[in-house]
């Protein structure tokens, strides 16, 4: 029997947006499976917790033709070790823009230093969604600007009311 390409796909994802969805798809047509790996990273402070997350990833993905082909999950320590405990072949990032290499490329490389196993592998991002990260996202609607369009309309809504949170 055929083994399964699998690629855990790992961030933040504080929170998720139509460019990380953009790269699921296209990374759908290279593996049989994805898992979706969020990082709990208690040292970044995200806005959303860890729970809030995995659940608008989950709210995004609730029409996904393909669902099974795909896991969300989250993870503690270091990524090789979940990695390696999944059995996935790689680990796969969207690189934007050459601001995001230098980390990227220290990310990879210490990464291939702790286990040499799974390859690395960066998708561009598509030109759509280029300038937008999770960051600039929160930050366009902490101002009250709109991000329709830019996010799935769960994190629309989920970042809306946080930002009310916050400001009552
Ligand atoms: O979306 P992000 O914040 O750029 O994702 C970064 C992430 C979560 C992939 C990275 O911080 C990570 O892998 N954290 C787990 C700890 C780890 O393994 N660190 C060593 C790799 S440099």
New binding site residues.
């Given amino acids: 029997m055929k083994e399964e390409r699998v690629t855990v796909y ?5 929170p998720i947006t139509n460019g990380h969805l953009d790269l699921l798809e296209r990374a759908l047509k290279m593996f049989d499976n994805i898992i979706i ?3 709990e ?1 208690p040292a ?1 402070e995200p806005l959303f917790t860890l729970e809030e997350r995995l659940e608008l990833i989950r709210a995004s993905l609730s029409n996904h033709p393909e669902p099974h082909r795909i896991k969300v999950d989250s ?1 503690k ?6 990695v390696e405990k999944c059995g996935a072949m790689a ?1 796969l ?1 969207g690189l934007r823009a050459v601001s995001d290499f230098e ?2 490329f ?3 490389l ?2 291939r230093k ?1 286990n040499r196993r799974p390859e690395t592998l960066y998708l561009m991002t598509g030109a759509r969604w280029i300038y937008i990260s ?1 960051r600039i996202i929160k930050e366009v609607v902490q101002a009250g600007g709109s991000v329709t369009g830019l996010v799935p309309e769960a994190v629309e809504k989920k970042l809306r009311e946080k930002m009310l949170d916050k400001i009552n």
Avoid: T
């Fill in positions: 790992a961030g933040s994802f504080d790996a969020v990082a990273n970044k993870f320590g270091l990524l090789v070790d979940y680990i990032r980390y990227e220290q990310m990879a210490m990464n702790l999770s």
